[in-house]
């Protein structure tokens, strides 16, 4: 049904944009919709998603090559310039924390306006401990803890920390990478509400938080196998043996 | 034996023998959903608690890791179930904000009235079900009488009532439809004195008073460590909604108040939950008055693409900050998105909130926290 209305939606988009050179691009575009499946946004650019999960078969069959100069069309047209990454290692937070922490700061950055400190992972829990308690920053609110894998990084996961100050209304976002095998301190003695999104996180990507009150898992059972958020967890993929076990379904 | 057994046995022991563990739910009326809570009981007093969830995890962050960025939309009216508008919002402005697509105001105003009905249906909810949990039915009914007409609203313009797929990104699927305005407005002018239809019904009520004064304190610091927010925050007296300390969409064209408690209870929550439907209104009805004409698209590029970045976009959700973190590799669907879940983060508060109560008042906390448990195990 949804994909119906988005292919609807386009058609009915296509009549405004005059830019477009033939009816016949636009057309073909809804196509790449239409294949929900779609893992498969890789194969309208095989060359290019390396990270990608190989599906070489949907490639060869989907006729690629009209849909390609479709989807590159908009940039062009586009006049917003893509944004970066651009360097902050002069901003006063930064330098506040090197005084305290000379080297914990490895990348200091901003996207889009929001502040990302890359850190040492081994100085997590000092670090922040003195930015919730330091007056001059006061971040008093963890908003999120979470995780993105890249496996193919020497050092896969980062682990992501989104604080605000409710007082000074600022928000920065800490992230440090860790190797698979790696832990990290749990902040949970700083931030109690770290108690649950670090399980959550442990749950999901197998990262294990050092000195954390109640490390199980939160969403999964107990007794599951795998942690699902890993790029190399297919999104089709389940425990099995566990279902087997406790549905008493078998596939 | 059996006649030294309280000189043998240790005090603690003693104690322990006294208690008991039961579970609350998963199939339980009163925990909202699938919902279990395993209470430690000395008596009828809560020792400790311990919440099970995950019972109805579908992997939706893992799901539209492998979607597109459009088709990710529905997915998220799943998880908050009642406040899909909210969820949509959310997702489809981050998106925005990475693509870098400015929408149109007339869409903007649209979007923000329509968030803020779903704040008012969504209170609307708690509401009866709160009440009912607490045992006034009456309110239940009341409160789903104006509920339904919400839902009309919905249904006129986005075609459905619950799960919506309320938004696009880049603007809206369809322009408001012939007399939809006004319809806003008929429901705009009568919902003040439904509210104070509720108000005459619990505020002054010996009962809910009984009910809900002294349950569940939580003082302000604890609230922030343990990362509340929402009416839960605001009902202990901190000042932080979303709408005013980053304003997104059209907030910051409005005058609006944000309500707070003081005692940080049970019903300073739910005076504050019920004057924020006020305020909702309130914002509505300048909406209705300054809906802006103009396109209600913007032009979004036809695949949609962000850049290699990331970005965290949050809105205030009728249930305390709902965020969006996504990580876009420069491909066609996200690289990770993840949800920052208000009701997973307010639920780990009951574990403080109903220490040392009784278990009728698990019931009164349960509600008051206004889960979801779509938006819980996701």
């Known amino acids: 049904m949804d994909e119906e209305k988005e292919k609807s939606k386009e058609q009915e988009k296509k009549p405004t944009s005059e830019e477009a050179p033939s009816p016949e691009k636009p057309k073909k575009q809804p196509k790449v919709w239409a294949k929900p499946g779609a893992p498969a946004a890789g194969p309208a650019r095989p060359g290019v998603g390396g990270a990608g999960e190989s599906k070489p078969p949907a490639a060869a069959q989907a006729s690629p090559a009209p849909p390609k100069p479709a989807a590159s069309a908009p940039p062009r047209k586009s006049p ?33 306006g929001q502040k990302i400190l890359t850190v040492d992972p081994l100085v997590v829990l000092p670090l922040c401990d003195f930015l919730k308690h330091d007056p001059e920053c006061n971040f008093d609110l963890l908003e999120d803890v979470t ?50 999104l670090e399980r959550e996180v442990y749950d999901m990507f197998g990262i294990i938080f050092l000195g954390h009150p109640d490390l199980r898992r939160i969403l999964l059972p107990e007794d599951w196998v795998g942690h699902p958020l890993r790029k190399d967890y297919d999104v089709h993929k389940q425990d099995e043996d566990w279902i087997q076990r406790h549905l008493q379904i078998r596939k | 034996m059996e006649h030294d057994i309280f000189g043998a046995i240790d005090e603690k022991t003693v104690l322990d023998a006294n208690q008991v563990v ?45 979607r597109p960025y459009a088709a990710g939309v529905p997915y998220f009216d799943r998880t908050d179930y009642v406040a899909a508008v909210s969820n949509n919002l959310g997702y489809v402005e981050c998106v925005e904000k990475m693509l870098g697509v400015e929408v149109p105001p007339r869409v903007q105003y649209i979007r923000t009235m329509m968030t803020e009905f779903q704040r008012i249906a969504s209170h609307l909810l708690w509401l009866g079900t709160h009440a009912l949990d607490i045992g006034a039915m009456t309110v239940f009914l009341y409160a789903f009488r104006e509920r339904e007409e919400i839902l009309k609203l919905f249904e006129a313009l986005f075609g459905a009532r619950l799960t919506i797929h309320a938004f696009r990104i880049g603007g809206l699927w369809q322009d408001l439809p012939v007399g939809f305005l006004d319809a806003c407005r008929r429901f705009s002018d009568t919902i003040g004195e439904h509210i104070n239809e509720y108000e005459g019904l619990l505020t002054n009520n010996r009962i809910w008073l009984e009910r809900t004064r002294d349950i569940g304190v939580i003082s302000a610091q604890d609230a922030i460590d343990l990362g509340l927010t929402g009416p839960v925050l605001r009902g202990s007296g901190v000042n932080y909604d979303v709408r005013k300390a980053r304003p997104y969409s059209a907030y910051a064209d409005f005058d609006f108040d944000i309500p707070l408690g003081v005692h940080g209870d049970t019903y300073d929550r739910y005076l504050v939950r019920i004057e924020e439907m006020r305020q909702s209104n309130r914002i509505i009805q300048q909406c209705i008055t300054r809906m802006p004409t103009g396109p209600i698209r913007a032009k979004a590029p036809r695949v949609i693409k962000p850049p290699v970045g990331e970005y965290y976009h949050s809105v205030e959700g009728p249930k305390g ?58």
Request: hydrophobic residues 40%; proline residues 5%; positive net charge.
């Open chain 1, 80 to 112: 917003v310039e893509t944004p970066t990454y651009l360097d902050i290692s002069q901003d006063p937070l930064v330098s506040r924390i090197q005084e305290k922490f000379p080297g914990a700061v490895l990348a200091a950055q901003s996207f889009l």
């Open chain 1, 147 to 196: 995780a993105v894998d890249f496996p193919e990084r020497d050092k896969r996961f980062v682990v992501v920390y989104q604080l605000c100050s409710i007082r000074r209304n600022v928000q920065v976002r800490l992230k440090c990478n860790i190797a698979e095998n790696d832990k990290v301190a749990s902040v949970t003695s700083v931030w109690s509400v770290a108690n649950w």
């Open chain 2, 22 to 66: 039961i579970n609350m739910g998963p199939q339980h009326p009163s925990t909202h959903g699938v919902l279990r809570v395993k209470l430690t009981l000395d008596g009828e007093r809560v020792i400790d608690t311990d919440c099970i969830i995950g019972y109805l995890h579908r992997g939706t962050e893992k799901i539209v890791e492998n």
């Open chain 2, 321 to 378: 900050e709902l965020g969006y973190y996504i990580v876009s590799e420069g491909k066609t669907s996200p690289y990770r998105v993840r949800i920052r879940p208000p009701t997973f983060i307010n639920l780990q508060a009951l574990k403080k909130l109903v220490k040392g109560h009784l278990v009728a008042d698990v019931v009164a906390i349960i509600g008051t926290l206004d889960i979801v448990l779509g938006e819980i195990d996701r």
